[in-house]
């Protein structure tokens, strides 16, 4: 048995769950009474949540959101903790420093980490982002990855032909190997690929850009945001505005170690 | 600072996105509807009591993850989950009351040990990478790549699969 059969076995399972439009707002309001009559004036969460509740009902669509800079500061410091050498103390410093901005917001607004590489040297290889796209009542997801390469730099052919191509990045959600539509071509006289994917209710881009100093740059999006309720098929975003990311050269991990120094 | 409704627009925005796969989450973890219930409900309390704190540090989804995903297993532990009162000593021991409706993937999932359901559930439901999955259990990215494997295993035994692979993304 296949993991995407143990998925889909889950999906099967979780149709059958007992959530409706109001089912929410109704436990909300039966726990609050709950929580009133157990701990009297101390029900201040289950009061709130209700509270909340009754606005998802009428809550508006978000402004459509584009990714993503990664913030120079922040990446220090995962170096300087790629330098501790341990695992864990990469997680933490990536997790609490790194972020991404979100064009058209007020200020920027922190990424959720998707997950870091550091091989068996303990030396950063890889940063990923996850980040949620609100729109139109939706929630998709941007996923975007940076990985430096390990060895000397060479250009597969891959590159250039077809359009199979996989989100080298390793976060969650299954991702095509190939793409409906697809384009290859030269940025700056390196490659770039960029495809979308389209099946019924799902729509997948990948964006992914070869840099001259080997480092890969990947922008995925998803239409849901994980297993969200409103997927988002039919984004604002373009091709061309992820292109402009993964070409940015502001996006990007900044080592304390220039490539290949090891 | 954000305002009161502007918190509130968040917070149910996050709650009509995410709740069915949250739910569904808890479910896989206990095996009862009505005790997911419960946990979802537990676990949107505690977060919007600390949503200022956990969206500045962009670790919602992680915060209830993790409520969830501990109260889910650990609250079936505790006695008062554990213990019922009955007028005569039941002929049967207790069994989750949802048991008798469970298909054969929830059968396969509470057979395994809490940890490995644990981690399939975040890992092959919600999605997570490994180190999502470390950081959200608080235990090595090793640890999670085993159990998921020796997890993996164990339902593809009893849904009738002895197919052992992993994928790619597994031995990561």
């Given at each position: 048995m296949s993991d995407d059969a143990i998925y889909e076995l889950m999906r099967r399972e979780a149709d059958r769950a007992p959530i409706g439009d109001g089912d929410d707002l109704r436990r909300g309001r039966a726990r609050l009474r709950r929580h009133r009559l157990v701990v009297g004036g101390t029900g201040f969460a289950s009061l709130a949540l209700a509270a909340a509740l009754v606005g998802s009902f009428i809550a508006g669509p978000y402004g459509g959101q584009v990714a993503s800079t990664p913030d120079r500061h922040s990446a220090v410091d995962a170096a300087k903790a790629a330098g501790d050498r341990t695992g864990r103390a990469v997680t933490k410093a990536v997790s609490e420093a790194t972020r991404i901005e979100e064009f058209g917001q007020d200020g920027p607004r922190y990424g959720i980490l998707g997950g870091i590489g550091t091989g068996a040297s303990f030396r950063l290889t890889d940063v990923a982002w996850r980040q949620t796209w609100h729109e139109a009542g939706g929630v998709g997801l941007l996923q975007v990855t940076v990985a430096r390469p390990l060895e000397e730099v060479q250009v597969p052919p891959?590159?250039?032909?077809?359009c199979a191509e996989r989100?080298?990045?390793?976060?969650g959600g299954p991702w095509p190997d190939t793409f409906d539509d697809c384009d290859r071509r030269r940025v700056d006289g390196q490659p770039l690929f960029a495809g979308v994917e389209r099946r019924s209710d799902r729509l997948w881009i990948l964006v992914k850009y070869l840099r001259e100093d080997g480092v890969v740059v990947e922008l995925g999006f998803d239409?849901?945001?994980?297993?969200?309720?409103?997927?988002?098929?039919?984004?604002?975003?373009?091709v061309d505005q992820l292109v402009d990311v993964v070409t940015d050269p502001h996006v990007r991990m900044y080592l304390d170690e220039p490539l290949g120094s090891r | 600072v954000a305002t009161r409704a502007q918190r509130d627009a968040e917070f149910t925005e996050y709650v009509a996105a995410r709740r069915k796969a949250l739910l569904v989450a808890a479910y896989f973890c206990c095996g009862s509807w009505n005790h997911a219930e419960d946990v979802l409900q537990n676990a949107l309390a505690k977060l919007y009591v600390a949503w200022p704190r956990v969206r500045r540090r962009s670790g919602v989804e992680s915060y209830v993850r993790q409520v969830i995903v501990t109260t889910a297993i650990d609250e079936s532990r505790r006695p008062w989950r554990r213990e019922r009162t009955v007028d005569a000593v039941p002929e049967a021991g207790y069994e989750p009351p949802d048991r008798a409706e469970w298909s054969d993937l929830m059968t396969a999932l509470a057979a395994l040990p809490p940890r490995q359901r644990q981690v399939v559930v975040l890992r092959?439901?919600?999605?997570?990478s490994v180190e999502e999955t470390a950081a959200d259990l608080g235990i090595s990215p090793g640890t999670v790549k085993s159990q998921t494997a020796h997890g993996l295993v164990g339902l593809r035994a009893r849904l009738g699969g002895s197919q052992a692979t992993t994928n790619a993304e597994e031995t990561r």
């Open positions: 891959r590159w250039f032909t077809g989100f080298g990045g390793w976060l239409s849901p945001y994980l297993k969200s309720d409103r997927p988002v098929v039919d984004p604002s975003l373009t | 092959h439901w919600l999605g997570l």
